[in-house]
């Protein structure tokens, strides 16, 4: 079965560090997430990407979080200058192009901790 | 925005009864509803869904409903096992906004043996 995947699966930094969470989507679908899940709380919506460009985003998605497709497999979450408050579990996740429903396949996360 | 309200926000039964998960959603124009499961340190894992042209589903233990009347959904868990134990987020978007899909907050079941 197809799958998303995400490295690091943990990653520690030091606050104001820059982080780049790595994705891969499956193949063949065409919308690209990134969702944010601080322990113990909901599942929160970050950013959609579609056609290489950023389709909608939450007011979560400051300026210092940003997204890119760097090449035809890879879909990356960079956060500029980190902060305690952003530690916490990012989910990657893909869905077809849409097709009445949209289906998330999500990947098994990446934790940052941020120190 | 879509705003997703789930409750109870934690559950406990015992094995073999059922347990329902309840939703609201604010947004009239949303029509489609997925459940999603997440273990301990896992990914949440696609269980069910329902879209706003039918009113339940069914799949073996697990059926959902919908009444967009009320903008309300619910997820029903039959015979419940205490592999069944995890939390549990309802999730809403829409058919012609489907770039965002908000979830709620999520209900911590515990099946006791």
């Known amino acids: 079965e197809p799958e998303v995947t995400q490295t690091p699966s943990h990653q520690v930094t030091q606050m104001g560090q820059e982080v780049i969470l790595r994705c891969v989507p499956i193949?063949?679908?065409?919308?690209f997430y990134w969702y944010r899940q601080i322990l113990g709380q909901k599942v929160e919506f970050l950013v959609s990407?579609?056609?290489?460009?950023?389709?909608?985003k939450s007011e979560i998605f400051d300026d210092q979080f940003s997204v890119e497709r760097p090449d035809g497999s890879n879909f990356t979450l960079k956060i500029r200058s980190t902060k305690l408050e952003d530690s916490a579990m990012y989910f990657c996740?893909?869905?077809?192009?849409?097709?009445?429903?949209?289906?998330?396949?999500f990947g098994a996360g990446s934790r940052l901790t941020v120190l | 925005g879509e705003n997703v309200e789930q409750h109870p926000s934690t559950l406990s039964v015992q094995e073999g009864d059922s347990a329902v998960i309840k939703c609201t959603y604010s947004?009239?124009?949303?029509?489609?509803f997925p459940w999603y499961k997440q273990e301990l340190g896992k990914r949440p894992q696609l269980i069910i869904d329902?879209?706003?042209?039918?009113g339940e589903k069914k799949d073996q233990r697990i059926a959902v409903t919908l009444n967009k009347t009320a903008k309300h959904f619910s997820l029903h868990i039959t015979e419940t096992q205490p592999e069944d134990s995890a939390v549990y987020f309802c999730?809403?978007?829409?058919?012609?906004?489907?770039?965002?899909?908000?979830f709620g907050a999520g209900t911590r079941l515990t099946v006791k043996p």
């Open positions: 996740a893909s869905s077809e192009e849409f097709s009445g429903a949209n289906v998330l396949t």
């Open positions: 193949s063949n679908h065409l919308y």
């Open positions: 990407f579609y056609n290489n460009e950023i389709s909608e």
């Open positions: 947004d009239s124009a949303s029509n489609y």
């Open positions: 329902i879209r706003s042209n039918v």
């Open positions: 999730a809403a978007s829409g058919m012609y906004n489907n770039n965002d899909m908000r």
